[in-house]
């Protein structure tokens, strides 16, 4: 009995090292592949909406000025890893709304109107 309990003890281990062995060649195999073969970096087909540039005013650039309707406030406002700004806009007679802001461009990526007024 203790002689068949320790040849299947044996085969299960010599079993799971096997298993960790080619788990770890897959692994590696996954790793050269990636390597070898990187995806493109995602495009936008979206068209950008570029700001026109503002004039310095004395070695400061003007504000950047939304066409919002009258009445409109920032409802929130979230930083995205890419350092975009979305910023959540309400009121103004006009359905909830969310511009998406690049500080570093002066420029506004998108909007997204939300619903109906």
Known sequence: ME???????????????????????????????RMMHPRPAVQSDAQVAALPARPMEGGIQAPLLLDEAPGTHVASVTAQSDGLLAIGLSGGEVADRIVIWDPAGQRIVARLVIGHP
């Open 3 to 33: 002689k068949q309990g320790s040849r299947a003890l044996l085969a299960a281990v010599i079993g799971m090292g096997v298993l960790l062995f080619i788990g770890s060649l897959v692994l590696v195999g996954v790793l050269v592949h």
